[in-house]
């Protein structure tokens, strides 16, 4: 699911042939770009079908600040409480530097490199 070409953030979701979805984020998530993540987030939560585990790749952001950070947090906690599991499996250097400035570490679900 690309967001229009002249978006700020790109999202990308693999195939649903995977036992895991995947979205992939390329670009800009701040708080003018938190609403495409949450509403692509929100289909596949919505749909029965999918599977329960999310893992999000933020290697490919360029920017990043603590509004979309702090979005990306309530989404991966609202996630949890419906029985989804969420796993940060990439993040670049954008994405750790600004997680690292936002004190949110330990609060996000990353997964080790």
């Known amino acids: 699911m690309k967001q229009g070409a002249d978006a ?5 979701r693999a195939p649903a042939s995977r036992p895991v979805v995947l ?3 390329s670009g800009e998530l701040d708080r003018d770009t938190a609403d495409l993540l949450r509403e692509a ?14 893992s999000l790749d933020l290697s490919d952001l360029t920017y990043c600040d603590t509004a979309g950070l702090f979005t ?7 996630l ?3 029985g989804i599991e969420v796993r940060i ?5 954008v994405a750790c530097a600004a997680i ?5 570490q330990y609060r996000l679900p990353l ?3």
């Open 8 to 12: 700020r953030l790109e999202l990308y």
């Open 23 to 25: 979205i992939r984020l």
């Open 41 to 54: 987030i929100v289909r596949v939560a919505a749909d029965p079908g999918e599977e329960r585990r999310l």
């Open 72 to 78: 990306l947090l309530g989404i991966c906690q609202a």
């Open 80 to 82: 949890d409480t419906i």
């Open 89 to 93: 499996t990439k993040a670049g250097l």
């Open 100 to 104: 690292s400035r936002a004190g949110l």
């Open 111 to 113: 997964v080790p490199p």
